[in-house]
T-cell receptor, first 112, second 114 residues
Framework: GQQVMQIPQYQHVQEGEDFTTYCNSSTTLSNIQWYKQRPGGHPVFLIQLVKSGEVKKQKRLTFQFGEAKKNSSLHITATQTTDVGTYFCAGRPSGSARQLTFGSGTQLTVLP | DAGVIQSPRHEVTEMGQEVTLRCKPISGHDYLFWYRQTMMRGLELLIYFNNNVPIDDSGMPEDRFSAKMPNASFSTLKIQPSEPRDSAVYFC????????????FGNGTRLTVT
C-alpha cells in the first residue's frame, strides 16, 4: 500500500535558524497537505499543494511540491519558539478514492 | 462555529470495559473521520463516513472496534472489550464535501486502558 515517509523524525534548532522537513511518497500523489500539531494539541491544517512543482509561501513558511508529485518539503526561515510542534504531511494517491495517508511527522524543538 | 467537538477529553478505564468516544462534526461537513495516534504508529485512519454512511473501515484494528454515525451531527467509536494496547489519542475530524478538502480535527480523546 501507499507509504508516506517523513524525515527527519526529530529536529532541534536554535531560535533564528532555519528548518526543513521532507516528505516522500511511494506513489504519485494527487495532492499533498501539511498540518501542524502543537504539543498536547490536535493537527491543524496549514496548506494544500496540488500542481507539479508548486511553491506556496505563508510568511516564514515555504512549501514545495515536487515535479513528479511524489515528494514535498516545508521550510521555515528564522524559526521562532512559536514554531514548536510536529509537522505532518498527508498525501492522497493519484487516481484513487482513498483518503489521506499521513507521514510520521517531524517534531521540531526550538531552543531560545 | 465551535469546530469539531469530541468527548470525553480523557478516559481511563480498566481492561475489559466498554469505551465509547463521541464526536460532533462541523455543521455542513459531509465527511467524518476517526483517527488513532500513538508514538509507535503515528496517525492511523480507522474509518470514515460520507453522508453518514461508512465508506472504508479497513483501518479498524479488529472486531472489538465499531463506529456508527446515526445522523449528520453525531458519531461514536466504541471499543468492547478494551485492552491496554488500545491506549492512544483518538481524533475525530470532519471535512466538507470534496476529496481534496482539508481535515478539521477535534481536540481528541486520550484513552488509557489499565
Amino acid at each position: 500500500g501507499q507509504q508516506v515517509m517523513q524525515i527527519p523524525q526529530y529536529q532541534h534548532v536554535q531560535e533564528g535558524e532555519d528548518f526543513t522537513t521532507y516528505c516522500n511518497s511511494s506513489t504519485t500523489l494527487s495532492n499533498i497537505q501539511w498540518y501542524k500539531q502543537r504539543p498536547g494539541g490536535h493537527p491543524v491544517f496549514l496548506i494544500q499543494l496540488v500542481k507539479s512543482g508548486e511553491v506556496k509561501k505563508q510568511k516564514r513558511l515555504t512549501f514545495q511540491f515536487g515535479e513528479a508529485k511524489k515528494n514535498s518539503s516545508l521550510h521555515i526561515t528564522a524559526t521562532q519558539t512559536t514554531d514548536v510542534g510536529t509537522y505532518f504531511c498527508a498525501g492522497r494517491p493519484s487516481g484513487s478514492a482513498r483518503q489521506l495517508t499521513f507521514g510520521s511527522g517531524t517534531q521540531l524543538t526550538v531552543l531560545p | 462555529d465551535a469546530g469539531v467537538i469530541q468527548s470525553p477529553r480523557h478516559e481511563v478505564t480498566e481492561m475489559g470495559q466498554e469505551v465509547t468516544l463521541r464526536c460532533k462534526p462541523i455543521s455542513g461537513h459531509d465527511y467524518l473521520f476517526w483517527y488513532r495516534q500513538t508514538m509507535m504508529r503515528g496517525l492511523e485512519l480507522l474509518i470514515y463516513f460520507n453522508n453518514n454512511v461508512p465508506i472504508d473501515d479497513s483501518g479498524m484494528p479488529e472486531d472489538r472496534f465499531s463506529a456508527k454515525m446515526p445522523n449528520a451531527s453525531f458519531s461514536t467509536l466504541k471499543i468492547q472489550p478494551s485492552e491496554p494496547r488500545d491506549s492512544a489519542v483518538y481524533f475525530c475530524a470532519s471535512s466538507p464535501g470534496h476529496m481534496g478538502s482539508p481535515l478539521h480535527f477535534g481536540n481528541g480523546t486520550r484513552l488509557t486502558v489499565t
